[in-house]
């Protein structure tokens, strides 16, 4: 239980550097060293006013300088960053994530995934620094995780290592070739880098049915805006965060029920 506390505290942490991250990639501006401010009125913001959540919610939502509103997108990222990372103390509080130090990396990939997410339905691009980190770090953990089995164990061919690499070829090829027939009005080049990321952390099997799951839901939203807000099929929506998406639920569905792919094979 302290784990998956800890891990929750760390989220809201992480969450909220996430959104220093989404907001000062898009104005150029450095990620450390510079206090936080206000977006409309530029005052410094202190930190009784800066904690994760808490403060949304004493200030009503507002600056208590210039009274303005506050984005939602603020306590939204921390609570989401912080469930995931307690989510992810409790897989390893059950054991279905390995080591200590696996389940670090993937709260960070994760951190990383939602900064793609909420930069991608905000500015319809991917952050490609985001989206790098959360890559190296999944092949690592893949190298971690066949050395967890032991050298001598693992055949080369069945490895984390080979086998999500080459889902994460095969889903990049896939999303890079839509891309290029579409001249990215289906797909964008930086929704290939998402495939990735994809494919090392879930396998082949696993890759798939993430990718079913985000293009379902991305149809029914697609639909429904159309419905709803008479967009047209030509007003393109960021399929990135539909991705992301179906990554998290079969991350979460692999970890809580470890049998689930074999029901595909
Ligand atoms: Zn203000």
Not at 35 to 50: E, T
Not at 78 to 102: C, D, H, Q, R, W
Request: net charge positive; aromatic share 18%.
């Amino acid at each position: 239980m302290t784990i998956i506390i800890l891990f929750f505290i760390y989220g809201l942490i992480f969450g909220s550097f996430a959104n220093v991250v989404i907001s000062r990639t898009r104005s150029d501006e450095k990620l450390f060293l510079t206090w936080s401010h206000c977006p409309k009125c530029k005052k410094n913001i202190r930190w009784v006013d800066n904690i994760p959540v808490l403060s949304f919610v004493l200030l009503r939502g507002k600056c208590r300088y210039c009274a303005k509103k506050i984005s939602w997108q603020y306590p939204v990222v921390e609570s989401v960053v912080s469930i995931i990372f307690a989510l992810i103390g409790y897989f390893y509080t059950v054991g279905s994530i390995g080591s200590l130090l696996n389940a670090i990396l993937y709260s960070f990939v994760f951190a990383s995934l939602v900064v793609v997410f909420v930069y991608d339905v905000k500015y319809m691009e991917i952050p490609m620094n985001a989206m790098w980190l959360a890559i190296s770090l999944l092949f690592i953990i893949n190298i971690f995780t066949d050395l967890n089995i032991g050298i001598f164990g693992i055949n080369f061919w069945n490895s984390n290592t080979f086998l999500h690499s080459l889902s994460a070829l095969v889903a990049f090829s896939f999303f890079f070739g839509l891309s290029y027939i579409s001249d990215e009005t289906w797909m964008g080049y930086g929704d290939a880098f998402v495939a990735i990321a994809i494919g090392l952390m879930l396998g082949p099997i696993g890759t798939f049915v993430a990718l079913m799951i985000g293009f379902c839901v991305g149809a029914i939203v697609g639909v429904a805006l159309i419905i709803i807000k008479g967009k047209t099929m030509k007003t393109a929506i960021p399929f990135g965060p539909f991705l992301i998406f179906g990554t998290l639920v079969m991350f979460v569905v692999q970890n809580l029920w470890p049998g689930f792919l074999n029901l595909f094979i």
